[in-house]
């Protein structure tokens, strides 16, 4: 099936099935499920790949898809028959189970209930909960052109608070979760879910009484954990492969160089065992990695996938990744998070004269070629003489990926991933991804609120 | 390589996966199955980078049981569209609508407003879609033409991240078991260019694209090549600029986000968990008397077409916003009932997941002035060209977001800006704006012109 002249191509078997169930005005009224079995093949010559995907398994339309990939490869002859042989195993970080396997819904019913009531019973300015559990878990084989057949079975959980409080007719939302690649019953057990509901009502209340942001040029503190966003954003994407094989990224002329103050370090592990972002394998079989993409400020490594790795002569680091079956594969990140240093989290907000200690975050967005990327705070406080004096209102923060780094003048002993509710989007595909931080202090960035 | 949709199942399809729901004890059920078709073509530097060929289909269902406390239901989705698949959906949904809570407002597929045949067959006169317009030779074709255009632009131009052509078709089943069924196709054909200008840490991107009913009705290769190579280059060597006060010009591209987060804050589902800052808005005047907006699902320039929504009712044109004034929130059968509302016919459904709530095609009617009309009007004020960030609070209307376009000096544009960020209220800003361009343009299913606000705190050095 795979054309002789290609240099690489496979064929990727995925079946899938989801579950949601999701609580709001009290009652657990949206349960779903769905289920998504198909393949997609792939060849690739040089730059140049052939992607075709078909939901349906008969012979015909797999066919067709075979022709549609194999095109890329131009008129090479039929290659010899290969042995299809399974590849020697990474160790698997999660388990090959469903996690919804052994929890039936109406555990999972009764647990948005018990949740959707500590919500209400905690503040009486709650006045609607929104509650979701769901489960996904990917069985998938990949067969590469050499006949080497690898297995991975991915299972992914998450739960999600979302309260909304009013007081004085003015409201306020706040939220809320967590996950990872186990079981619901993991997900559900311990004081995890009750921690979430308290997190997302303290949240809304906080905001209740949030000023006007500051606008304008300033010191900021990031809290650790899921300001971590910073890396993804400012520097991960524009260390993907790609963009750097084509030169689209600021960062392509920079490996070897300094882009970050002395003492940071910042990797993409995604051998953490039952992470969010975590694979045994990624979707191209590559066993994943814990690559150094900055050490003690200088650019040392690249996210690859195997093509863009074998086009710039670099090892695939274990980052390439696709939604599914459905989507070409892309150099993508896993867990991405900088190394703990040595300052206290309390001296690095007492060094704060004027500015925002940012704790954490909504979603961000990058602009690769040109470097700003921005994230947006869900809890910030205004600090003046080392003390934080009120919360503020959401603000976006806007820098320059290649700059902001350089600009990091302390970094605390408080390293912490976020907890589990990382997705990222690129080029109309998300992937689950995690990411971490220790408090850190810029020196400058660019707050945007409202009193200028 | 021309899509098939002939081949593809008919109506008949969704009728027998709601009547295997009824047989597996569901009360009313309907059902909605899509195929999907599609190729397209990545080229840079003169060559082709990637082929894609997309084959998708799935069938999703809803069914709905009695209990003794009042209808509950439950919503599943495969891509395994065999008898064994079918059967196998029918007997999960209704496993999941027992467990699901009953809800006195449910509404059920019984008493809907759908069309009738002779709509449904006039529809199909009028809205004949079976054909993209496009091989994939062709669509290979427009795409290199349309990379080659725009790397010739201009010197500044030094790099390229390719250009797309894509088509495709899709069709769309719908059955319930009040005895509605319906089918329609949609095709659509894309293309675009993104290219870089400047080097090493001067670099800047931009893009242009467009999407249309078909291949023959796209912007031609050389006005998508010209204006994402124009926009590249006007953007090199950019400043920040001073913190404080100023009017914002959302030129067309831009000003589609406003729009959106407009429908999400009138989304009848919002409303009812209060996660709207328009909650309390209807009939009350949120814009300016001088603003019109359009859902209207009948359009001959829209992708957003319909007939009927995710729950076969009939679609309407509503008026949202008329001189000012809201007119109703967007709502599906059940929030309509909650609300007290009549139906717009606005229930979007994906294969996966509940119903959801969504416009059809969204236009903002076009004022008289031209954008350099309004500049000159306003004088001093910031362009923007690029919005990033997710910085928008829908239940408080808070908005912050990252930002990126040319300051306005005297009327005329000055320099490019980038690295600052925009914020303010949307409630306020909708009431602020002081200017509707007359420059309508289309993206997809939305039409809207610039639009000027005043009153947003700019934050840069």
Request: aromatic share 6%; net charge negative; hydrophobic share 40%.
């Amino acid at each position: 099936m795979l054309p002789a002249n290609a240099d690489d191509g496979d064929l990727y078997l995925e079946y899938s099935s989801s579950e949601s169930l999701a609580l709001e005005e009290g009652r657990v009224k949206h349960v779903s499920a769905s289920t998504h079995q198909g393949i997609g093949a792939r060849v690739i010559k040089g730059e140049a790949s052939g992607h075709a995907y078909t939901d349906s398994l008969e012979a015909d339309a797999l066919m067709q898809a075979a022709r549609s990939a194999r095109s890329i490869a131009g008129h090479g002859g039929a290659s010899s028959p290969v042995h299809i042989h399974a590849a020697s195993t990474a160790p698997r970080l999660y388990q090959a189970v469903n996690p919804a396997a052994n929890i039936d819904f109406s555990e999972r019913k009764a647990m948005l209930e018990k949740l959707d009531k500590l919500a209400r019973d905690l503040d009486p300015r709650v006045r609607q909960v929104f509650a979701n559990i769901s489960s996904s878990f990917s069985d998938i084989h990949i067969v590469r052109m050499d006949g080497a057949h690898i297995h991975d079975a991915r299972p992914l959980v998450r739960l999600n608070i979302s309260v909304v409080v009013e007081e004085n007719g003015k409201r306020e939302t706040g939220s809320a979760g967590g996950g990872g690649r186990f079981s619901i019953e993991r997900l559900l057990s311990g004081d995890e879910p009750a921690h979430m509901v308290h997190e997302a009502v303290r949240l809304a209340t906080l905001n209740l009484s949030a000023h006007q942001a500051p606008a304008g040029s300033m010191p900021v503190v990031l809290g650790p954990g899921w300001p971590g966003i910073l890396l993804h954003e400012a520097i991960g994407h524009g260390l993907e492969g790609d963009f750097n094989r084509k030169g689209s990224s600021v960062f392509a002329d920079k490996m070897g160089k300094q882009v970050a103050a002395r003492g940071i370090t910042v990797v993409d592990d995604g051998t953490i065992a039952e992470r969010r972002g975590s694979l045994t394998v990624d979707d191209e079989g590559t066993q994943s990695n814990r690559t150094v993409l900055i050490e003690d400020g200088i650019l040392t490594g690249y996210l690859l996938d195997r093509q863009n790795a074998r086009l710039m002569g670099m090892q695939p680091t274990g980052n390439g990744r696709r939604e599914s079956y459905a989507h070409p594969v892309l150099p993508r990140m896993t867990n991405t998070f900088m190394l703990a240093g040595n300052d206290s989290p309390d001296d690095i907000l007492a060094s704060l004269d004027r500015g925002i200690y940012a704790v954490n975050f909504g979603g961000g967005q990058v602009d690769i070629t040109s470097g700003k990327f921005v994230f947006t705070t869900s809890e910030a406080y205004y600090v003046e003489n080392g003390v934080i004096q009120y919360p503020v209102k959401g603000a976006t923060l806007i820098g320059s990926g290649h700059e902001v780094l350089q600009k990091v003048s302390m970094i605390g002993n408080d390293l912490a991933l976020d907890p589990g509710v990382g997705t990222c989007g690129k080029g109309g595909q998300s992937v689950p991804v995690g990411v971490g931080l220790p408090t850190i202090r810029i020196d400058q960035l660019i707050v945007g609120g409202t009193e200028a | 390589m021309s899509t098939q949709i002939s081949t593809l199942p008919d109506r008949h399809f969704a009728e027998q996966l709601v009547e295997a729901a009824i047989k597996a004890g569901a009360a009313h059920a309907d059902a909605l199955s899509i195929s999907e078709t599609g190729d397209s073509v990545s080229v840079r530097n003169g060559v082709v980078e990637s082929v894609e060929r997309e084959d998708a289909r799935g069938m999703g269902l809803r069914a709905f049981v009695e209990t003794s406390c009042g209808m509950a239901f439950a919503t599943a989705s495969t891509s395994d569209l065999s008898t064994a698949g079918l059967h196998k959906l029918a007997e999960q949904v209704i496993a999941m609508a027992r467990i699901s809570e009953p809800d006195p407002d449910a509404v059920p597929p019984v008493g809907a407003n759908h069309p009738t045949e002779a709509e449904l067959d006039a529809w199909q006169q009028r809205h004949n879609h079976d054909d993209s317009g496009w091989s994939l030779e062709q669509a290979t074709a427009a795409a290199l033409e349309c990379e080659q255009i725009a790397l010739a632009y201009s010197d500044q131009i030094s790099n390229s991240e390719g250009a797309d052509a894509s088509f495709g078709s899709n069709r769309v089943l719908y059955a319930s078991s009040d005895g509605f069924s319906a089918a329609y196709n949609r095709c659509s054909a894309s293309l675009s260019a993104s290219v870089i200008a400047g080097s090493g840490d001067g670099m800047q991107r931009d893009y242009a694209w467009h999407r249309a009913l078909h291949a023959s009705k796209l912007r031609s290769p050389a006005t998508i090549a010209t204006e994402a190579a124009r926009r590249a280059v006007q953007r090199l060597n950019p400043g920040s600029m001073d913190s404080g006060e100023t009017t914002v010009i959302f030129e067309p591209r831009t000003a589609t986000s406003l729009l959106g987060h407009l429908i999400s804050a009138i989304n009848g589902r919002a409303i009812l968990q209060q996660r709207s800052f328009l909650t309390d808005a209807l009939q009350h005047g949120i814009f300016p008397d001088t603003v019109c907006i359009d859902d209207d699902p009948d359009h001959p320039l829209g992708l957003g077409n319909r007939l009927f929504d995710g729950e076969g009712t009939r679609c309407r044109r509503n008026r949202l916003i008329d001189n000012g004034v809201l007119q109703h929130f967007l709502s599906d059968r059940y929030t309509a009932k909650r609300l007290g509302q009549p139906e717009t016919g606005s229930a979007s459904r994906g294969l996966t997941g509940d119903i959801g709530i969504g416009s059809s095609n969204l236009i903002w009617h076009g004022g008289s002035l031209s954008q350099e009309q309004i500049l000159k009007q306003i004088g001093n004020g910031l362009l923007v060209t690029e919005l990033i960030g997710f910085g928008v609070n829908g239940v408080t209307g808070d908005y912050s977001r990252g930002a990126g376009g040319f300051l306005i000096e005297n009327g005329e544009i000055v320099r490019p800006v980038q690295g600052i960020t925009i914020a303010g209220n949307l409630k306020q800003m909708f009431a602020r704006i002081s200017h509707v361009g007359s420059d309508l343009t289309w993206f997809g299913s939305t039409a809207i012109p610039s639009i000027a606000i005043e009153g947003l705190t700019v934050a840069g050095q």
